[in-house]
Structures are given as C-alpha cells and as structure tokens.
C-alpha cells in the first residue's frame, strides 16, 4: 500500500523505480494496491493476503462516491496503483491512455443512467492534463438525447483533466 510520498513516487518514475526503493531484492514482484483495500489485509491471515496479489489487475477505477439524477451522473473515482491500463503504459510515467477514460464513460453512463447502444462518435473530445495512480477525480456525465449522445467532464474541482461529447448508435441514451 502505497502513502502519498509513494504515490508520487510512482507517478514521477514508474513501478520499476518505486518497487525496487520497496524491496530491492523483490521489485519485479512487487504489485501496489489500493489504499482502500488495506482493511482486507491482516498479517495474520496469509492466503487473504496472497489471494488479493494474485486477483486480476483493476480495469476500472475505485468508486468512492456517486451522485445519480435521471439525467446526470457524478462519480467520484480514485486510480488505483495496480490499474491493467498502466501496466506498460509507460514504464518511467505511467498514464492512463484517453481510450480508457472514454471506456469508462461508456460504463459508467451504462451503469447508472442506464445508456444503451455503442459509441458511434466523438465531438471536442480534449486530454488536457495526464491521468495517474493516486488521483482523485470526478467523472460528471450528462445525457443529451436530443443529439443521441451525452457530455462527460473528468476533473477535480478545479482541474479538467478530458471532457467531450460522444454519440451513441444503435439504441442510444
């Protein structure tokens, strides 16, 4: 588990770096976890904790909080140090690629607001700033059925880190 001196850590010089200043003698297999799973892990209890290192790697981020209306979703989302999408992506500053941020509205407009059909589109889709390990976002998505799409912003309070609007095809929002 990671403190915030190693989440920067990681964001400045990659897992390679940050698991070797860990464990040395290990730091090919070191994986980080989230924080938030730190109440499941008791040194008492080996394979619980072997069992958490072994899962899959995370293809979504840590929803830590949600606001649903019929029409708009904010979700409040923490990017774990052991995401898949940063495995390799890149290995001295590992970035969540844009792809992934779409992919996630995509789910996160499915989940919650109930949004069907495929993406058949993008308008002024902009990365303005790099997502990584550790930061806490705010996913706001607005359903715009009118233009058969919605609106997503991905930001802190006073940040923009990607916004934009998608289109839907085949049963849409």
């Not at 002024?124 to 997503?152: E, M, N, Y």
């Not at 923009?160 to 095809?169: D, I, K, N, V």
Request: glycine letters at 10%; aromatic letters at 6%; charged letters at 25%.
């Amino acid at each position: 588990m990671l403190s915030e001196e190693g989440y920067r850590q990681l964001r400045r010089h990659g897992h390679a770096h940050t698991a070797a200043a860990c464990a040395p003698a290990a730091a090919g297999d070191v994986r980080f976890l989230d924080a938030g799973l730190a109440a499941a892990v008791d040194d008492e209890d080996a394979d619980r904790c072997r069992a958490l290192f072994a899962a899959p790697w995370a293809d979504l981020p840590v929803l830590l909080d949600r606001e649903v209306t019929a029409t708009v979703a904010h979700v409040e989302l923490r990017i774990p140090p052991d995401l898949r999408a940063l495995r390799g992506h890149f290995p001295m500053l590992p970035v969540v690629p844009g792809a992934v941020h779409l992919a996630w509205v995509m789910h996160f407009a499915r989940a919650d607001l109930g949004v069907g059909g495929a993406l058949a589109g993008m308008d002024q889709v902009k990365f303005r700033r790099i997502v990584q390990p550790g930061h806490r976002l705010i996913l706001s998505i607005t359903l715009q059925p009118r233009r058969d799409g919605l609106a997503f912003r991905l930001g802190t309070r006073d940040e923009l880190f990607s916004s934009g609007r998608l289109f839907l095809g085949g049963g849409g929002a």
